[in-house]
């Protein structure tokens, strides 16, 4: 009997749906651009009144695709970029600490306990000129003193965080962006709360978007914890 997959939950379960949405992106539009009626057309009196265009459908239809597009790149930041970028700093840290303390003993010396086992280059032999070996290992022992000191000051920099595997990411960018276009188009604050007429705008436009799956009362819960 073929062993079952197991479930994907929180942030991978987010990224393969970002992978997703940029996908589509990359194809064509988020909104069926082509659809007669969408959910957010019912809206367009209250949030594209402060336009000057003629066709305001038009209008509030290319500003939710223009927003959708902005909150899947964001996203993708979040839960892939940065995450990766992350990744690679640490491993790149623990490579030059590892190189740091393979070569500490060296660190520790003087360069002329290193200088005399080198014969300095007859005169005119290197394009730079004659130079004394024992310059090149004062100057080679200087370089790695300042890359440890480099590399101390790094870590003492603050570490950033790793997502919390139930924070919805595309949820959260996506309620605040519309907030600000909320705000942008009717000159007031969204309004908090998990119920309402912003609320059911942001039901709308998930749902035109063709968005995950965001669970029942999901953008409610964001909407009402935006910030003043």
């Avoid at 939950?9 to 996908?23: M, V």
């Avoid at 303390?101 to 360069?111: F, G, K, N």
Wanted: with cysteine; hydrophobic share 40%.
């Amino acid at each position: 009997m073929a062993k079952r997959a197991a479930p994907k939950h929180g942030l991978q379960q987010q990224r393969e749906e970002i992978d997703g949405l940029l996908d589509r992106m990359a194809s064509g539009s988020l909104l069926d651009i082509t659809a007669d009626d969408l959910a957010i057309d019912r809206f367009t009196k209250v949030l594209a009144k402060r336009t000057t265009s003629r066709d305001r459908t038009r209008f509030l239809r290319s500003e939710v695709e223009r927003i959708g597009r902005e909150v899947v790149r964001a996203a993708a930041l979040f839960l892939k970029t940065m995450p990766a970028e992350k990744a690679l700093a640490d491993s790149a840290l623990e490579d030059i600490k590892r190189a740091d303390q393979q070569t500490d003993w060296i660190v520790r010396r003087d360069a002329r306990d290193f200088a005399p086992a080198f014969i300095a280059p007859a005169s005119g032999e290197w394009d730079d000129g004659w130079i004394a070996p024992s310059s090149v290992w004062e100057q080679l022992l200087h370089h790695m003193r300042a890359a440890r000191a480099c590399r101390e000051k790094i870590e003492r920099f603050a570490r950033s965080e790793p997502l919390p595997s139930n924070f919805k990411v595309l949820t959260s960018v996506f309620v605040a962006q519309m907030a600000q276009f909320y705000e942008h188009e009717t000159g007031k604050p969204a309004p908090k709360g998990r119920t309402g007429p912003f609320v059911d705008f942001l039901d709308a436009a998930w749902t035109d978007l063709s968005f995950p799956q965001s669970g029942e009362g999901a953008l409610g819960n964001v909407a009402e914890n935006l910030p003043r």
